[in-house]
């Protein structure tokens, strides 16, 4: 399963990531340079649980010793989003692939800070009620900053979808409290039941070429796609469809063109699989021309079996569920938000993929939207509705395609 580490600017997910899996996910050179997340991360791990319930992550035995198999509870992949306001895109697309998530609140600042405020709203807004509020840094801060630390998260978070989250007190840095917070993760974020029937689907939140520069012909791999099985199952061997694909123009008519090829490999968990079903992050290598996957090109789009793919669409039916205050990053006061107008503009997320679109029609909680880049989705999926205020797209609701 997916657990997303969310929250604001420098509270520790990717600090906390790494103390829980071995992994520091700010691979991006401007990453390292800025020291901050930019681009979504991920990172696998697996939770044991000894003979005297201790909890512990891969290679963090409390003894010191080789993790133990028949210990093990489960394979977890985590998602690291940026906390950076200018980001929040990046937060929701990788929201969307979540199972569950941490929510971190720096002990050593007050809370609410910005986006502490911003990204709750989006796991509401994404459905996402399976919360662990993970209280960072308190080896930084005196008892008596922690408690009071603690009292403030509890007034932040009541009333809202994580009201009855468990707070768990940690060190990232210090791997202090490591056992409990997975204690919390294992009894507050169970695995969800998935149908492996199901038609295959996988959302594409990454996509690479992984030639090194001046790679001779004979030694070019193929495109890389990374994101998450939503659905069903997919093997090697298996002839698949990238849609919408790429973008074919002819004068000035643009067209888009589904992408088919096939599984090479499959890799989750840190090792190479014959097949993969729902639940967990996954990479897929393919024939594909690495020219069309390089710097996360088919980022947004969807992987499905040929026969198997949903609708894409340039323009969608909704039914909108609109907030009543729109959400502002300091948690301040908000204005109210006022109802959508023809020929408006507006931002919307579905699953990992991000589109601007102009509100053809409203007729109270009925709209349609014209979209700039199509959409690859199902009836019945949830998107993410956000309007442009100054500089700024600020989360407003959600909708559902009809």
Known sequence: MNIGLVGHVDHGKTTLTQALSGTWTDTHSEERKRGISIKLGYADTAFYKTTKNVYYATGKHPKGEEDVDKELQRVISFVDAPGHETLMAVMITGASIMDGALLLIAANED?????????????????????????????????????????????????????????????AHH???????????????????????????????????????GAR???????????????????????????PGRKVVDGNKATWIPLVTVIDSLRGGGALRDSMHAGGLCGMATPLDPSLTKADELSGQVVSREGETPPVRDSVA????LLEKMVTGGGGAADAVRTWQPNEMQRVHCATATSVGVVSHVKGRKATLDLRLPICANDGSRITLSRRVGSRWRLIGYATIQ
């Open 318 to 321: 909704l039914e909108l569920t």
């Open 175 to 213: 791997d202090v409290n490591l056992d409990i917070l997975i204690s919390a993760i294992e009894q507050t974020i169970p695995t969800p039941d998935r149908d492996a029937a199901a038609n295959g689907l996988l959302h594409i939140a990454r996509s690479f070429d992984i030639n090194r520069p």
């Open 217 to 243: 012909p004979p030694e070019l791999k193929g495109g890389v796609i990374g994101g998450s099985i939503v659905e069903g199952t997919f093997s090697v061997g298996d002839r698949v469809v990238i849609a």
């Open 111 to 171: 809370c609410p800070q910005a986006q502490t405020n911003e990204h709750l709203m989006a796991l509401e807004i994404a459905g996402i009620d399976k919360i662990v509020i993970v209280q960072n840094k308190i080896d930084l801060v005196s008892r008596e900053r922690a408690v009071e630390s603690y009292n403030e998260i509890k007034e932040f978070v009541n009333g809202t979808i994580a009201e009855n989250a468990p707070i768990i007190p940690v060190s």
